[in-house]
């Protein structure tokens, strides 16, 4: 049975790949790319030679997918690879692993680095939740940027250099009271990150004589709801201590923050809890 082999590759620096992925490189006959020149640096770097390299880019993809599930078919074990980092994660990769999971084929992911979770474990911004948008369109950028943003939870960009100081000041415009980072070349030797509000980093951007690598930007806003929570939750425990009744603190923190008396109330309930 032939395999499908999901490749992760170094995202920068070359060391971050994992044993496993170089085992499975050596060992395929084929190995679909999206840029086989960047494909061959890697592969020359680990001595790894003797591979038919298919290129499988976003212009191709859907006459190579073909060609690949039928060498699939015929018994040959195929990588697939992207420039860096993950297939599939803002990357060609989904038609062709679609298909094989259609025909039968099997599938096997090979992890290894990915820019987003890479930027975001190094951030200081919330990990317990988070969502992965890659790259905005160029038309619905604002539209796509507030569905993201107005769930509260931190979000993950990919950004060109070309566009990563016009994606900013469109944040900085929506969210100015935004928690953002930004990772520049990650794992590279010029690696920097830039934190604080979106005007704060677009300035610091602004300084800097040329804009290169790809980016991720990190962005974390609370709404008023969510940032005032916290402090009913810390007027309704004080009020608590000083002895009010449940039916009456909730009636005060109503007033005072707007929030329904039911709202209210279920929050003393789950504090008395």
Known sequence: MSTLFVVATPIGNLKDITLRALEILKQVEIIACEDTRTTRKLLSHYGISGKKLIPY?????????????????????????????TPCISDPGYRVVKRAWEEG?????????????????????????????????????????RK????????????SPKRVLDTLTV?????????????????????????????????????EKVL???????????????????KVKEEGVTLLEKG????????????????????AYKIVQELKG
């Open 171 to 207: 944040i900085d415009r929506l969210y100015p009271d935004a928690s953002v980072v930004v990772a520049k070349e990650l794992t590279k030797i010029h690696e920097r990150f830039f934190r604080g509000k979106p005007a704060q980093i677009i300035d610091m951007l602004s300084k």
């Open 212 to 230: 290169k690598g790809e980016f991720v930007i990190l962005v974390r806003h609370e709404s008023k709801k969510e940032a005032d929570l916290e």
């Open 105 to 145: 084929i099997t599938v096997s992911p090979i992890p290894g680095a990915f820019a987003g979770a890479a930027a975001l474990s190094a951030s200081g911004l919330p990990t317990d939740r988070f969502l992965f948008v890659g790259f905005l369109p160029k038309k619905r950028k604002e539209e796509e940027l």
């Open 148 to 159: 993201a943003v107005e769930t509260g939870v931190t979000v993950i960009i990919y950004e």
């Open 57 to 85: 880019h976003e212009h191709n993809e859907e006459e190579t997918t073909d060609k690949l599930i039928k060498l699939l078919k015929d018994g040959k074990n195929i990588a697939l690879v992207s420039d860096a980092g």
């Open 244 to 263: 009010y009744k449940s039916k009456e603190i909730a009636t005060i923190l109503h007033e005072k923050y707007g929030i329904s008396k039911k709202e």
